[in-house]
């Protein structure tokens, strides 16, 4: 069985760090893409970073770019979100979601694809003073 499962969220100061973890099982990283997902209240959920599992290649948008870093724990079979700077509309429910790694389902903003398989169930973050 397949489970992906968010950790480390919570409440920081602007300007304050936190790391997410996204814990998988039941699937070969090599062989997914990971992306990392927020959403907040009223607004559409945002891809914020994705993984390739076959290669390694990451992408950003804008709005996270320099401030985010996602990295692999191979050891632990983890997916981690390193959040810096971090800002007030960071503020979001986190999620991380997996699909097979193929350029086939590659979007514009390649690693990111088109749908994904597997989901986490989320992890609150509040930025706020």
């Known amino acids: 069985q397949v489970q992906l499962v968010e950790s480390g969220g919570g409440l920081v100061q602007p300007g304050g760090s936190l790391r997410l973890s996204c814990a998988v099982s039941g699937l070969a990283l090599d062989d997914y893409t990971i992306a990392w997902f927020r959403q907040a209240p009223g607004k559409e959920r945002e891809a914020i970073s994705c993984?390739?599992?076959?290669?390694?290649?990451?992408y950003y948008p804008d709005s996270v770019k320099g401030r985010f870093t996602v990295s692999r724990n191979n050891a632990k079979n983890t997916v981690n979100l390193q959040m810096n700077s971090l800002k007030p509309e960071d503020s979001a429910v986190y999620y991380c979601a997996g699909g097979l790694d193929s350029y086939l389902y590659y979007t514009d903003h390649a690693p990111c694809i088109d749908e994904y398989d597997y989901w986490g169930q989320g992890t609150q973050v509040t930025v706020a003073s």
């Open positions: 993984l390739s599992g076959s290669d390694g290649s990451t």
